[in-house]
């Protein structure tokens, strides 16, 4: 089915998506008392009940009101897909007929959600599968935090990170508001260290996320250490350079009192060669950032590095005094790693 594209999902009497003040005034609104709205809060993604009906503690009045007048579901899981370390990508489909795709990601000691915040992406990063698809619109607030509901279904989530489909601050706003729910105390009940965002490098939006106070842990998308190469894989990089974007990345963290990360795809002989690895290091004790080495999934045009490179590229970090780690492929072959993100319709 065709998505129009248009900037949110149709509106509609949805209450997921709704803050803990505005659920509060709602149920005030409904004839129920202002706490109404924060068991309300709590039953949606606390306990993630399925129907108002089992919000049993809620004035029944309120429950039929509820159901008369409001949608709870925002997505339903159309396809779902696991792999052999544990994997599971879901493909999330929306009440427009539009489909992301989600992935649940179990480590040693976290449960990881990777999840989605546009339909498509307008970035064009080249190593990137989502960057194949046409953008067709932004998610909904309520249609982010649909996809931890859904994927609480299925695994005790711990963590959550915005490096899904979409650039996430390209989408503020919704991502803001989701970022509050997912840390609200009678919401999800997430730490804000446990909540992360990725970018490409939207400056504005670097600086939004710092005076907003938005509490979540911040990760750029580097994969390249110089201009040239960087405008090249990743196009952003015309609008705000390098130099630029870690310039706001330093000021968040002054604000924030946090460590940024900067995660670096490596791309074998593209960016994996050891000048880089220096030049790598040296943005990174500039702007106080810890770095997470992606080794590349083969695939767009692209290859996967030596493992012997990837350890020399991380060995020359160390050396320099940087906290480099390098993330294992995770869901490899079901295409759930980084990069590979895209529904079935959009890719190329």
């Not at 129920?32 to 606390?46: E, I, V």
């Not at 729910?181 to 997430?190: D, H, K």
């Not at 952003?236 to 630029?244: G, L, Q």
């Amino acid at each position: 089915m065709a998505v129009s594209p248009v900037d949110a999902a149709p509106a509609a009497a949805s209450l997921k998506g709704l803050l803990p003040a505005e659920l509060e005034a709602l149920a005030v609104r409904e004839g129920a008392r202002s706490f109404a709205g924060r068991q309300l809060l709590t039953w949606m993604y606390g306990r993630t009940a399925a129907s108002f009906e089992a919000m049993t503690d809620l004035p029944r009045a309120l429950r039929v009101r509820l159901a008369a007048g409001y949608r709870l579901e925002e997505a339903t899981v159309a396809a779902e897909r696991r792999a052999a370390d544990g994997t599971i990508k879901l493909l999330v489909a929306l009440h427009d007929g539009a489909r992301v795709e989600t992935v649940i990601i179990p480590e040693d000691d976290r449960v990881t959600l990777c999840v989605s915040t546009q339909v498509g992406c307008a970035r064009g990063c080249g190593f990137c599968a989502t960057a194949r698809m046409r953008l067709a619109r932004n998610l909904a607030a309520a249609e982010i935090v649909e996809q931890v509901v859904l994927a609480r279904r299925r695994a005790a989530v711990t963590n959550v990170v915005f490096m899904g489909m979409g650039e996430p601050l390209d989408n503020y706003e919704n991502v803001r508001r989701a970022v509050l729910l997912l840390t609200a105390p009678s919401g999800f009940g997430l730490g804000s260290r446990h909540v992360t965002v990725s970018t490409v490098g939207i400056v504005p939006r670097i600086r939004q996320l710092a005076t907003d106070r938005v509490p979540a842990c911040l990760t750029l998308s580097l994969t390249a250490p110089d201009d040239d190469l960087r405008s090249r894989l990743m196009p952003v990089n015309r609008s705000w350079p390098i130099a630029e974007v870690l310039g706001a990345l330093r000021d968040w963290a002054d604000t924030t009192r946090r460590t940024p990360t900067l995660a670096y795809v490596l791309l074998k002989g593209v960016n994996d060669d050891l000048v880089r690895a220096g030049r790598l290091a040296a943005l990174a004790l500039k702007a106080r950032a810890k770095v997470n080495l992606i080794p590349f999934n083969a695939t767009l045009g692209f290859e996967r590095p030596p493992e012997e490179v990837v350890t020399r590229f991380q060995e020359v970090l160390k050396r320099r005094g940087v906290i480099a780690l390098i993330r294992r492929e995770r869901g490899g072959e079901i295409a759930a790693a980084c990069g590979q993100l895209a529904t079935e319709a959009g890719r190329a």
